[in-house]
């Protein structure tokens, strides 16, 4: 079955500390992996994006990881700010009109 | 621009009811969607559209009706409206359907219905 799981479901961290988001997904066949932003009360909006061949991607403070083999991705935070509390959604997709939606990680950056 | 625009931000529905959510956008995309997120659910795609007058069924189409007249507009209908429907519906955009292509999302409609 195609699955996107995310951890954790919810984290709370400090201002000005690091973080990593964890995804691990099961979609066959596998065309890209994408993470999102999402603020409460708003849409998504789209941070990185990588295909299959690519291991890492950044921007600005947030760097994703892929390894295909094992099927994992993560989306690290640097020195994290008030503003990067949201929800955190791994999408990967199967090709065309295919995307596939975790449940997000929900990051709460406290002062 | 405005990006991707979303009416109403919020509504309440007895059920049995009917509605339209309105969702409008001004990139001149070509493709547009409508998803559902769920408390704790990864977005479904209810329908989607490749231009206007062409829609496509997505995950969860039943109780969903659609339509595309122009290239800017892409209306969800609700018919009959069910407590299973409550949930916050997004519309979003993009110029192809490729997967590595960036979908562009509205602020989304909260829809609850009792």
Redesign the interface.
Known sequence: KNQ?EQSPQSLIILEGKNCTLQCNYTVSPF??LRWYKQDT??????LT?M?FSENTKSNGRYTATLDADTKQSSLHITASQLSDSASY?CVT????????????TRLAVHP | NAG?TQTPKFRILKIGQSMTLQCAQDMNHNYMYWYRQDP??????IY?SVGAGITDKGEVPNGYNVSRSTTEDFPLRLELAAPSQTSVY?C?SSVT????D??Y????TRLTVL
């Open positions: 996107v065309s890209n009360g708003r849409g998504p909006v789209s994006i295909t959604i997709s199967r090709g065309y009109n295919k995307l596939i939606f975790g449940a997000g | 991707v704790g659910m990864g977005l479904k795609l989607y997004f979003a359907g490729e997967s590595t960036t979908q999302f509205g602020p989304g």
